[in-house]
């Protein structure tokens, strides 16, 4: 069946840091994939989507290239920030039955100052 | 704005008592959602419902109640036959069902901390 592996966290950088979190997929057909953020004591929020392969979502300096080859969809930025503290999940979504959608287990990203 | 309210933001429920969390949504989205969420854990699905007076089990369904009786609200009753209740509740909508909803993704609430005492 579908699903979505994530790497563990929790990742620990220093304010300025690269950030890259890996995220893979397994699906039977032509899944969107996507990246959420929740913040402390908070809901989900759409960080990024991409609809199709090679496609690149992009949102607030984040960045993840929907790769078909390695069914991948990696979340990367190139200077964190202190406010980027959170968990971050990835998902996909078939669509072909029902919009259900398949979540990782979540990353938790801690930048220090 | 548009958006999903959940409401409580926390709750607390004695040992064999019903409660129900509600959802309202006036995004004039399609179809709602209820996810159950763990420490250290991603989301597991509980019910989920395309369209008025229609709703379909998630993986962890038992233990659970929903209705569905106007497009804007879909509340979630935890009910005694859920012997681990304690956890984070999250709603969530998207616009429709097929093709679109799954390219713009989900809108979440800001969940209901759920806690037996």
């Not at chain 1, 890996?22 to 759409?46: D, K």
């Not at chain 2, 089990?57 to 804007?72: C, H, L, N, P, T």
Request: net charge neutral; charged share 20%; with cysteine.
């Amino acid at each position: 069946g579908d699903s979505v592996t994530q790497m563990e966290g929790p990742v620990t950088l220093s304010e300025e840091a690269f950030l890259t979190i890996n995220c893979t997929y397994t699906a039977t057909g032509y899944p969107s994939l996507f990246w959420y953020v929740q913040y402390p004591g908070e809901g989900l929020q759409l960080l990024l989507k991409a609809t199709k392969a090679d496609d690149k979502g992009s949102n607030k300096g984040f960045e993840a290239t929907y790769r078909k080859e390695t069914t991948s969809f990696h979340l990367e930025k190139g200077s964190v920030q202190v406010s980027d503290s959170a968990v971050y999940f990835c998902a996909l979504s078939e669509g072909y039955n029902f919009n259900k959608f398949y979540f990782g287990s979540g990353t938790k990203l801690n930048v220090k100052p | 704005d548009g958006g999903i309210t959940q409401s409580p933001k926390y709750l607390f429920r004695k040992e064999g008592q019903n409660v129900t969390l509600s959802c309202e949504q006036n995004l004039n989205h399609d179809a709602m959602y209820w996810y159950r969420q763990d420490p250290g854990q991603g989301l597991r699905l509980i019910y989920y419902s395309q369209i008025v007076n229609d709703f379909q089990k998630g993986d962890i369904a038992e233990g659970y109640s929903v209705s569905r009786e106007k497009k804007e609200s879909f509340p979630l009753t935890v009910t005694s036959a859920q012997k681990n209740p304690t956890a984070f509740y999250l709603c969530a909508s998207s616009i429709d069902i097929q093709a679109e909803g799954n390219r713009v993704g989900y809108t979440f609430g800001s969940g209901t901390r759920l806690t037996v005492v």
